[in-house]
């Protein structure tokens, strides 16, 4: 079975950073795309960074310029460098795979880690 596991969440003052990290546990044999989604209260969750197996990254407006992912497929993990942070930048942060598992496609989510940007 795949686990994901997040870390690095917690409250920051507007115009700090913070990194958020994913690790994925299990027999993994490839990734397809490492997502980063978040949801803020009373809201939908939205997609917030991707890395795809080609190295290809998007980005939703709202973070472009302020935040960076990264993968590292020997390691399982996907990284989220948050700079400049906003107050409405305040979320749970969810980290997503899509990734092959003994020979299987799955998706796999983590449980959400909080992120709050107040002075």
């Known amino acids: 079975q795949v686990q994901l596991v997040e870390s690095g969440g917690g409250l920051v003052q507007p115009g700090e950073s913070l990194r958020l990290s994913c690790v994925a546990s299990?027999?993994?044999?490839?990734?397809?795309?490492m997502v980063w989604y978040r949801q803020a209260p009373g809201r939908l969750r939205e997609l917030v960074a991707i890395?795809?197996?080609?190295?290809?990254?998007k980005y939703a407006e709202s973070v472009k310029g302020r935040f960076t992912i990264s993968g590292d497929n020997a390691k399982n993990t996907v990284d989220l460098q948050m700079s400049t942070l906003k107050p409405e930048d305040t979320a749970v942060y969810y980290c997503?795979?899509?990734?092959?598992?003994?020979?299987?496609?799955?998706?796999?989510w983590g449980q959400g880690t909080q992120v709050t940007v107040s002075s």
């Open positions: 299990g027999a993994i044999d490839s990734f397809h795309v």
């Open positions: 997503y795979f899509g990734l092959v598992w003994s020979g299987h496609y799955g998706e796999y």
């Open positions: 890395i795809r197996s080609d190295r290809d990254t």
